[in-house]
């Protein structure tokens, strides 16, 4: 026999204490959904403003997990629980609407007991014993969850702690790790350093970047890892903190797209991957000059369309020729021995230069002046500061010798991109590779055919023949994703072994 809207009621913890009178009260708002079997109720994000109690069948909770079949990552949608008679879920979203983290479909025909946010609001306004009773049952929640609640708001902590508690009644998993911007080439690597060092780490891959409106998806996770196109600024990193969120291990070198002071603020512990595979980038970066050099791309467009004239192929030797280096960190330094392979005359500016590189021969550090001037081509690897942020302008790229060949595998706003454009149009500019894009957040690592571009510089950047762009791919091997993973996971069990800031290995502290 089916349990009456009024006994439901009562079975859920926020109502229980309130008076028959007031639980009828609300009882009366209650609104029956009928859903047929096999029927999606909720999709993941669906913003969520009302509670929902099963009064007859079952709810099916599921949420995307990433499972390695093979040598391939699927992700595919995954049961995680069932709601049955008496159970409920949305608690939460009576006082803050907000985004779903799961989908909820049902078995069978189910009969559901929803109550809008909009019916409680106008209650709680005319009944203030309700307001006081459910404040009372928020000081509860803030109390029992206190060790994962940090500045908590008492409409926030019924956010986070039902929405952890209200459909499996555990707390925060202290193993499992949301990774944002996740791949299925990077998701591999990681389940398989999980596997091979026994880990026991739980993954949870999510497609989104992280920005101000997925912060959500942090829910019931301590720990997030992050990759170089999320974004989290003061705002992004105080919503992961609401959540729980006690670590950040960012599965890249660059510190850049973090606000490092309101993360030390909040005492979110922050880690990086200082070195992996310098070569990588190096030999990606090598690539593009050969590439733009020798015009293979404009070849290899031309005989796939059977035509072998060599008009408009003509590159130049390498040896014998300059080229600088701004930057001489490990992945420079790697360029650079490169370089001296095929016979080049190295030109470096960097304000801290190599000791490694001082004592090789046809190896000058000289200033960034006599280094543009002098140079055939050049390479940048410098960090993004500051101190570095265009440092290839209008006025710097006048100084360089004409016909100049640029190739940038470090940070997009190393250069005024429209200042490049300006460069090439007037021939001071012989070509450029890139694999990086100042505005390249929005569209590196997803395919945009469908929604194309909006950004006129980057569509006029592709219109140059002599301009060829990659999209942040100097990374991509598959020595340096295995780096990536077990400096990750390195990183995380540090965490879990209790090291806090600085006292990581890799903390952003030591950059």
């Known amino acids: 026999m089916s349990k009456t809207p009024l006994d439901l009621l009562t079975a859920v913890p926020a109502f229980t204490g309130l008076s028959s009178e007031h639980r009828i009260l609300i009882a009366q708002h209650l609104q029956p959904v009928t859903l047929e079997a096999n029927y999606t109720h909720i999709h993941d994000n669906q913003l969520v403003d009302s509670l929902y109690i099963v009064q007859d069948g079952e709810l099916v909770v599921s949420k995307k997990v990433a499972h390695r079949q093979g040598g391939n990552v699927a992700t595919k949608q995954t049961e995680v629980a069932t709601l049955k008679s008496g159970d409920f879920m949305g608690l939460c979203s009576l006082f803050k609407p907000y985004p779903s983290t ?18 409680l609001t106008p209650l709680l306004a005319s009944n203030p014993q309700i307001a006081l009773h459910l404040l009372g049952y928020l000081s509860q929640e803030i109390e029992e ?21 209200g459909l499996s009644g555990n707390t925060l998993n202290t193993k499992k790790v949301v990774f944002y911007d996740a791949k299925p080439y990077m998701n591999k690597a990681f389940l398989e350093e999980n596997e091979k060092k026994g880990l026991g780490l739980e993954f949870e891959f999510v497609e989104s970047k992280l920005s101000s409106t997925t912060v959500s998806l942090a829910l019931g996770s301590k720990i997030v ?31 850049d797209n973090v606000d490092i002071p309101t993360a030390d603020m909040l005492g ?21 000059a050969m590439c733009l050099n020798r015009k293979l791309h404009r070849a290899y467009n031309k005989v796939s369309k ?22 001489t960190g ?78 940038n595998t470090s940070r997009g706003p190393l250069i005024d991109t429209k200042a490049l454009v300006r460069g090439l149009k007037s021939g001071r500019v012989g070509g450029a590779g890139l694999d990086v894009y100042e505005g390249e957040k929005e569209y590196f690592y997803e395919d945009v055919r469908e ?28 020595d340096a994703l295995g780096q990536i993973a077990t400096t990750t996971c390195g990183n995380i069990e540090e965490f879990l072994d209790g090291k806090r800031g600085k006292d990581l290995t890799h903390s952003f502290n030591a950059v």
């Open 102 to 119: 799961a989908q909820l479909h049902t078995r069978s025909s189910t009969t559901l007991l929803k109550l809008p946010s909009a019916s």
């Open 451 to 478: 929604t194309g571009l909006r950004d006129d510089t980057l569509a006029r950047l592709l219109t140059f023949p002599n301009v060829i762009v990659t999209g942040h791919q100097a990374f991509l091997t598959t």
């Open 330 to 407: 490990k992945i420079g330094q790697c360029f650079v021995d490169i370089m001296l392979g095929f016979g080049m005359k190295v030109l470096c500016y960097d304000i801290y230069p190599s000791p490694y590189l001082q004592q090789k021969s046809n190896v000058t550090y000289t200033t960034l002046d006599d280094l543009l001037s002098q140079s055939d081509l050049i390479s940048l690897h410098a960090p993004l500061l500051p101190s570095t942020k265009y440092m290839l302008n209008e006025e710097t790229l006048g100084k360089c010798k004409s016909g100049v060949l640029i190739i």
């Open 306 to 327: 059977a035509d072998f004239s060599l008009n408009g192929l003509v590159g130049f030797d390498l040896h014998g020729r300059t080229v600088g280096v701004i930057g």
């Open 225 to 255: 890892c992050c990759f170089v196109n999320d974004q989290l600024p003061a705002e992004v990193l105080t919503g992961l903190r609401k959540l729980g969120v006690e670590m950040i291990a960012m599965r890249c070198n660059g510190t």
């Open 145 to 165: 969850h206190r060790d994962h609640l940090m500045e908590w708001s008492p409409i926030a902590s019924l956010t986070a702690a039902s929405a952890v508690t």
């Open 268 to 288: 979110l512990t922050c880690a990086r991957v200082p070195n992996y595979s310098p070569y990588s980038v190096a030999e990606h970066a090598v690539a593009l």
